[in-house]
């Protein structure tokens, strides 16, 4: 089943890529390799809900939001 439409095949340079015992890759920006990282923004922890959006608009260059 597709979920998702790649759209772009390649990576951006910034991101890191590691491979789990269960051989899932789990990619994203380095500052964001964190243990714990995304449970605390899911659980809206405030400083990494800020360097999520910070990181965010810096690396993408979008805003929160649009």
Do not use: Q
């Amino acid at each position: 089943m597709n979920r998702f439409e790649v759209i772009e095949s390649e990576k951006p340079e910034f991101w890191v890529t590691e491979y789990r015992e269960d051989k899932e890759e789990y990619s994203y920006p380095s500052s964001w390799n964190v243990t714990g990282f995304f449970e605390g923004y899911h659980d809206g922890l405030g400083e990494i809900v800020i360097k999520f959006w910070n990181d965010y608009k810096v690396l993408y260059g979008i805003e929160k939001g649009v």
